[in-house]
């Protein structure tokens, strides 16, 4: 099992110790797999375009999340984990996300989910757009 503790260390769990309600966990920690370092830098560009599309469509959950994930532009790994987290994405995805290693996999993860919602969210101003037009007919 791998985990981020919101964008400060991503960790491995490597054994339990103990049962009942405070069990030890024993973790080593997990290094990013860097990659081509222009990839990650365009798709970690297209990640935060694709949080302001969201933020115009009204669906970024909170306002400061945006300046705290610009805040992680120069840290592409930590930009994806946080924006996993922060976006609210559904759980399989979040547990999707922390367990790639390789940060252009984060990033293009993070970025494909991204753009669903920002088009769910501008189908739904259309249909809405269109059934204010109906009712003011």
């Not at 009204?58 to 924006?83: C, E, H, K, T």
């Amino acid at each position: 099992v791998q985990l981020t503790l919101d964008a400060l260390a991503r960790v491995r769990v490597i054994g339990v110790d103990g049962a009942g309600p405070f069990p030890m966990v024993e973790v080593v920690s997990v290094r990013d797999e860097l990659d081509d370092d222009f990839v990650t830098r365009e798709l970690a560009a297209r990640l935060l375009a694709g949080v302001d599309d969201l933020r115009d469509a009204g669906v970024v959950p909170d306002a400061a999340v945006i300046p705290l994930l610009r805040a992680l532009a120069d840290d592409p790994g930590a930009l994806a984990d946080s924006a996993a987290v922060h976006l609210g994405l559904r759980a399989e995805d979040r547990d999707e996300i922390v367990q790639r290693a390789a940060v252009a996999e984060r990033l293009r993860y993070v970025v494909s989910r991204i753009e669903k919602e920002v088009s769910r969210a501008r189908v739904a101003a259309e249909m809405a757009e269109e059934a204010r037009g109906r009712v003011e007919q």
